[in-house]
């Protein structure tokens, strides 16, 4: 017994002796074949070559790549509801368009631009009725970690804010150019990628503004509407219906923002002849609503399957007819419970129905 546990032993470490100190397979260098040009023939022309996938000459020539600005350009988001870009824009620009919430557009601009810096700290000078000069703009790097954790100077720069309205006044562009940079560590020059990066920053820090603005406007405008405009009514047949005195297209898209609230799917829809084909299935008991109470949903009076909604013009506005999965109209007891569902729905959400 003695001789075989020892033996076991010896074999179990040249085992893995066998795995742990294996000689590495050496390298093999590869021989690179240089690609040889495309030859073109006579009377034909060679293909356009795109420049943009191109390896910085820098890079090529043997730079290290941490000393090269690299990073992809920055893009204008234009979050705001009335706001654009125009393709193919080479400027750092965006465009706002006048809606029912901005009444007179430059007048509103010039405004939010006051604002924008106001709330943001920003010292700006007017130079002109439709630019500004900013003061340094500053950022900082979060240091240390934890308890120890701070922020230091990284780079200041100084921006023109320009509004350039268009000759219809529907339409104005807000244009940012960088006027001044300064590193705080350092006297290099900023790259022209590295420009437009902060240009394009603090361009989306003044859509980011004007679109918090115009978000605030149209809930304040929203909760002005009237409280409900469906009313219940009885068609030419004799059939429950609903009426409403917005025009078709403003319903049809109305009623798609309450369908969730409303425990109804939208299985399939006809757009041409504004039918919506729909399941409905009732709500279960949210766990944190039982828990922390409030008001409850109320749910429609229906059975659990498919049903259909159509949609009618009328000379007063639209009409909503219910109807089972079959197409049958649905009776006034029915048509009745649903309007009470939809009014409270309605006033809850304070969408335009």
């Given amino acids: 017994m003695h001789y075989w546990i020892s033996g076991t032993v010896i074999a179990s470490v040249l085992l893995s002796g066998c795995s742990s100190w294996s000689s590495a397979d050496p390298s093999v260098s590869a021989e690179v074949k240089p690609i040889k040009p495309l030859v073109v023939p ?10 943009q996938f191109d390896v910085p000459s820098k890079v090529a020539s043997g730079v290290r790549g941490e000393e090269v600005e690299l990073r992809a350009p920055m893009q204008v988001l234009a979050v705001s509801t009335n706001a654009m870009v125009e393709e193919d824009e080479k400027e750092v620009r965006v465009f706002f368009e006048r809606n029912e ?44 970690w934890w308890f120890w954790k701070g922020e230091e100077l990284s780079q200041q720069s100084r921006f023109n804010i320009e509004l ?11 244009q940012v150019s960088l006027l001044e940079h300064k590193y705080a560590d350092s006297d290099k020059p900023i790259s022209p990628i590295a420009k437009r990066r902060e240009e394009v920053h603090f361009l989306n820090r003044i859509v980011d503004h004007v679109a918090t603005v115009e978000l605030a406007l149209i809930r304040e405008a929203k909760a002005k509407l009237p409280d409900v405009l469906l009313t219940r009514a009885v068609n030419d047949k004799n059939e429950a219906v609903l009426l409403t005195t917005q025009s078709i ?25 504004y039918i919506f084909y729909l399941n409905f299935k009732k709500p279960e008991a949210g766990f944190w609503g039982s828990i922390w109470g409030g008001d409850e949903q109320p749910v429609l009076p229906l059975a659990e399957g498919d049903y259909q909604l159509l949609l009618n013009k009328s000379d007063k506005g639209t009409i909503l007819k219910w109807r089972d999965k079959d197409g049958a109209a649905l009776d006034q007891a029915t048509v009745d419970a649903i309007y009470d569902v939809l009014v409270t729905t309605i006033r809850n959400e304070k969408i335009e129905l």
């Avoid at 034909?44 to 420049?51: D, E, F, G, N």
């Avoid at 297209?249 to 002849?273: C, H, M, P, Y």
């Fill in 164 to 174: 350039q309205p268009k000759t219809h006044g529907r339409t104005v562009g807000v």
């Fill in 101 to 144: 919430y901005t009444g007179e557009l430059l007048p509103f601009l010039q405004q939010q631009m006051q604002d924008f810096v106001l709330k943001a700290n920003i010292e700006a000078e007017k130079t002109a009725a439709m630019s500004w000069q900013t003061g340094w703009v500053s950022e900082y790097r979060e240091t240390g």
């Fill in 42 to 51: 006579a009377g034909l022309k060679a293909p356009r070559t795109p420049a």
């Fill in 249 to 273: 297209d403003v319903a049809w898209n109305q009623l798609e923002l309450i369908f969730e609230k409303l425990s109804l799917e939208v299985t399939d829809l006809n757009r041409t002849d």
